[in-house]
């Protein structure tokens, strides 16, 4: 019953804040040690790194816990020690070793040592929850990851690989979420049937990062209080305090009112309004994620080489992101995301609807032909569709959109039932590889195969491109494996079912006193710590 009670205080003190917010001398005051943000935030189900697979659960990680490494987010390819001062690889390229920073404490106060970071990797691939395969990737199985994750000696972890991959590789999966090191003491206090803690940690922490959990109420808020005790030093500020707001509208009106200090996902129209006001300012980040169009081979018009490469022409790129994106996307045509490792910015295609009639022609097509795409009934996906129907008509391609829910569209797509799908990629990792083996590599295209992303989706056979993927995926030396990765992405561009168009910029609209809200391209690398008010 007591806990009970404080936790209505808290979300009761909490309302108070967001209702006061800087509109009186104390409402300010509290602002100079707080930052509220309206986001969505319905999405977290779970703080325990282990189980974290949503975006906005990733970013409370992100906060709360620390890892091996840690990515700047104007260098998300140049990853620098975190709770690894340092590490090296053995000569076959296999083995791992991580030397461990000593004096770092948990929040909990417990100190975190080797046996903390062997544990966390023990833990997360025998719990088996949904990000455990960015590190099993690496060879590591409930049966052999206490073998290949091993404490050597109270500041010193070793992990050995099944096999040879890129350094970067290795390093970029261990740094991701999954790789939090979680307080084992902690967690294990409260372990139920052997969960390993899961089901405590789903509401509570047991990280050594900036950042405590103290309250979550689901679909409405989320309260972070600053660690003091945090090994980089404290937080700017003492508290961050995130509120679900869903209406653009809603968030607009608080940010404007000074209710809030950042709104996190206002549409393109509250974008443009609040860009006139002074007190707020605006600006985009690149995110990693893309919009593509995925033509399913099946399909006997779009598996013809002359039909990919007209409908790559009868997209209005800019047409669509000067009009209808307004900032909250940005012209991009291959794989990998612009400022990721390995990318180019080649973008050859625009909309040319005489280029398309004359390869559709050749593809014994000259008035066009039926065709369908699936398509979420949300923005941006469902403007992007209604655009490319209408350009998709001047050469004759009649395409009837079918509208669904994500859980519809996604579910006729993984059992590769579509004709066309226009969907949304994220990077799971900073690595190539994460979307190389996307939409570059399909070591099975049977329908039983057990491969189930977007090459299989669109029924691409590609052994030769396969190849080439887990060659790059396994070079070591750093020059040669961008290299790889640049011809890649031209191969893929000229010839794939892919026709990849957009990609995200996040939006942050946040009070002009205010600085240091650090935003990555991924909700991987969104940082609270250096937040300040004038």
Known sequence: ??????????????????????????????????????????????????????????????????????????????????????????????????????????????????????????????????????????????ENVDQAVKVVDATTVTLTTDKKYAPSYVINCVGSGVGSIVDKKTALSHEVDGDFGNAWLKTNDAGSGPFKLNTWKANELVMLDAFPEYWRGPSKIKRVALKHVAESSSQRLMLEKGDVDVARSLNP??????????????????????????????????????????????????GIEKNLLNGTSVVHQTFLPANSFGAINDAPYSLNVAKAKELLAKAGLPNGFKVTMDVTNNFPTNV?????????????????????????????????????????????????????????????????????????????????????????????????????????????????????MFQDIQVISERANMSGFEVGPSSDYVYYRNISFQ
């Open 269 to 318: 129209q509250d974008i443009l309004a609040v860009k006139q006001n002074p007190a707020i300012k605006v600006h985009g980040v690149p995110q990693g994620a893309i919009y593509y169009l995925g033509l399913n081979q099946k399909n006997p018009n779009l598996a013809k080489p002359e039909v990919r490469e007209a409908i790559k022409w009868l997209v209005d790129y800019a």
């Open 384 to 500: 992007i569709a209604q655009a490319i129907q209408a350009t998709f008509a001047q050469a004759g391609i009649q395409l009837e959109i079918i509208p669904g829910d994500n859980k519809q569209t996604l579910t006729k797509y993984r059992a590769r039932q579509h004709d066309i799908y226009i969907g949304r990629w994220s990077p799971d990792y900073a690595d190539p590889n994460s979307n190389t083996q996307g939409f570059a590599w399909n070591p099975d295209n049977s329908d039983t195969s057990t491969n189930k992303l977007l090459a299989w989706r669109n029924s691409w056979d590609i052994p030769a491109m396969t190849k080439k993927s887990e060659d790059a995926l396994k070079e070591s030396d750093t020059a040669k494996r961008k290299q790889m990765y640049a011809e890649l992405q031209k191969e893929h561009l000229a010839t794939s079912p892919f026709v990849i």
């Open 1 to 142: 019953m007591k806990k009970a009670f404080s936790l209505l205080v808290l979300i009761a003190a909490g309302a108070i804040l967001f209702a006061n917010g800087s509109k009186d001398a104390a409402g300010s005051a509290a602002k100079k040690d707080m930052v509220v943000m309206a986001w969505h935030i319905d999405d977290i189900i779970t703080f325990d790194p282990g189980e974290v697979y949503e975006l906005s659960g990733m970013e409370m990680v992100s906060n709360i816990y620390d890892r091996l490494v840690y990515f700047p987010i104007d260098k998300i390819d140049d990853p620098q020690p975190g709770i690894a001062e340092s590490w090296t690889v053995s000569p076959d390229g296999k083995t791992f070793t991580f030397k461990i920073r000593t004096g770092v404490k948990f929040h909990s106060g417990n100190v975190l040592t080797a046996d903390d970071v062997a544990w966390s990797f023990q833990r997360a691939i025998k719990l088996n929850k949904g990000p455990a395969f960015i590190i099993g990737e690496l060879g590591l199985t409930p």
